[in-house]
């Protein structure tokens, strides 16, 4: 069998790759104006998923290393980790919803990871296994 030869984007012109890395974060929250169990405060072990594109490959193969774009989060979610996030400015005007964590998670990476060769294209965030809510833009 013959594989195809590989290239890069500048010979081609259409490659494209979406790395992916899992990390987690605990922490409390409680829903404002919202009537059920929610409303009372409680704690997650939040999952969060983390997309980035990326249209160039360096000298090793490599769109962008795994370990940067986990350290990257983990630098942000340690302001969110073992914190009630009711008391943290980010959520002071919004309930700290998965959907406003995964947006918050989103503008923060993308300012961090995004250039001219790659983009955070989602972020997934999860209050249990299995339930969950992906932001993008």
Known sequence: MVLPETKGLS?????????????????????????????????????????????????????????????????????????????????SQENPTSENIAGYVYRALSGRLNDGTRRVSKVKVCETPGSGVYYWE
């Not at 605990?26 to 594109?53: D, M, T």
């Open 11 to 91: 010979e081609r012109g259409y490659d494209m790759y979406e790395i992916c890395i899992e990390t987690h974060f605990s922490a409390a929250h409680h829903l404002r104006n919202y009537r059920g169990k929610c409303e009372f405060p409680h704690g997650h072990n939040w999952i969060v998923e983390v997309h980035v594109q990326c249209k160039v490959l360096d000298e090793v193969g490599i769109g962008i290393d795994f370990a940067d774009v986990k350290k990257a989060a983990n630098e942000i979610l340690e302001h969110l980790d073992h914190r009630d996030l009711n008391q943290l400015p980010q959520f």
